[in-house]
Nanobody, 116 residues
Framework: QVQLVESGGGLVQAGGSLRLSCAAS????????MGWYRQAPGKQRELVAT???????NYADSVKGRFPISRDNDKNTVYLQMNSLKPEDTAVYYC??????????WGQGTQVTVSS
């Protein structure tokens, strides 16, 4: 089992920045990749960014160049630095961990609201 605890959401004006953190605990040795997904009201959950244990990253086109993802393996924590935020980035952001056995684990979600 993997437990994920997110922090860092909030309310920010358009053009501002926020940093999300996700700390993993439990069977962390089984984690292959971690990442962030988001879900806006009335929409499906979508990928934002992922990073593997080896540091390989993947981004949604909508956030490329604005939301760098990073990982501190010593702290078992993944970060999402969100810059140049837009109102359309408003959503609940969920941390995800994918194990080598292809099990998905999710955090509780953190609200990000960007005002225009």
């Amino acid at each position: 089992q993997v437990q994920l605890v997110e922090s860092g959401g909030g309310l920010v004006q358009a053009g501002g920045s926020l940093r999300l953190s996700c700390a993993a605990s439990g069977s962390i040795f089984s984690i292959n990749a971690m990442g962030w997904y988001r879900q806006a009201p009335g929409k499906q959950r979508e990928l934002v960014a992922t990073i593997t244990s080896g540091g390989r990253t993947n981004y949604a086109d909508s956030v490329k160049g604005r939301f760098p993802i990073s990982r501190d393996n010593d702290k078992n924590t993944v970060y999402l630095q969100m810059n140049s935020l837009k109102p359309e980035d408003t959503a609940v952001y969920y941390c995800n961990a994918l194990t080598r056995a292809l099990h998905n684990y999710w955090g509780q979600g953190t609200q990000v609201t960007v005002s225009s």
